[in-house]
């Protein structure tokens, strides 16, 4: 998937016992193509996310712009990503 064997974990969003209502928490794998960190942004090739999406590359919204510290372009990552029906 990527050519680092290492995991990162990064906290794209809030945890569960956070979530609003009508939102759901989502467990995601993928591999960080572009840091955005002027735009508050990570760009992810992430794998199927059951029940939401097939596999895409598309951006993230970040809940806090320092979960991406450390983080290069083609690390693999496994994130949290809270849904609220819209974003």
């Known amino acids: 998937m990527a050519n680092r064997t ?24 993928g591999v960080v193509e572009e840091l955005r960190p002027e735009d ?17 590359t598309m951006n ?3 809940e ?3 979960v991406i510290d450390g983080l290069s372009e083609g690390d693999a990552i496994r994130f949290e990503l809270v849904f609220t029906g819209r974003a």
């Not at 990064?10 to 569960?16: Q, R």
């Not at 508050?40 to 895409?56: F, K, R, S, T, V």
């Open 60 to 62: 993230f919204d970040l």
């Open 64 to 66: 806090d712009p320092r």
């Open 40 to 56: 508050n942004q990570i760009i992810i090739a992430h794998e199927d996310i059951p029940g939401l999406m097939p596999a895409m």
């Open 6 to 29: 290492q995991y990162f974990f990064a906290a794209i969003a809030v945890a569960l016992a956070a979530c609003g209502p009508g939102e759901r928490l989502y467990d995601v794998v």
